[in-house]
């Protein structure tokens, strides 16, 4: 069993930064690829980004592309998402999750931590 535990969100102007972490308690962390995924109210979730294990492959959503950044510390056990130029749309619940591969699926991460709100004034 893998737990996972988001933090660093919070209320932020628009065009602002957050940097978000998640740590998981495993000893076997590097064996996970770390996804990131975002729901905002009324919407399904939806994929934000993910790392390989060994971070040598990153996918972005679209609409998230060259703005945020995924990155681990495997030494950590920390997966991290800096967020920059952060818009009123990137109003979420931010969930970290764990799984064998880096894909953009849900159903491809077996555990999921518990979320942390971002919230993007304009």
């Known amino acids: 069993q893998v737990q996972l535990v988001e933090s660093g969100g919070g209320l932020v102007q628009a065009g602002g930064s957050l940097r978000l972490s998640c740590v998981a308690s495993t000893r076997t962390f590097s064996n996970y690829a770390m996804g990131w995924f975002r729901q905002a109210p009324g919407k399904e979730r939806e994929f934000v980004a993910t790392i390989r294990w060994n971070g040598g492959t990153v996918y972005y959503a679209n609409s998230v592309k060259g703005r945020f950044t995924v990155s681990r510390d495997n030494a950590k056990n920390t997966v991290y998402l800096q967020m920059n130029s952060l818009k009123a749309e990137d109003t979420a619940v931010y969930y970290c999750?764990?799984?064998?591969?880096?894909?953009?699926?849900?159903?491809?991460?077996?555990?999921w931590g518990q979320g942390t709100q971002v919230t993007v004034s304009s």
């Open positions: 999750a764990a799984g064998p591969v880096a894909g953009k699926g849900e159903y491809g991460y077996d555990y």
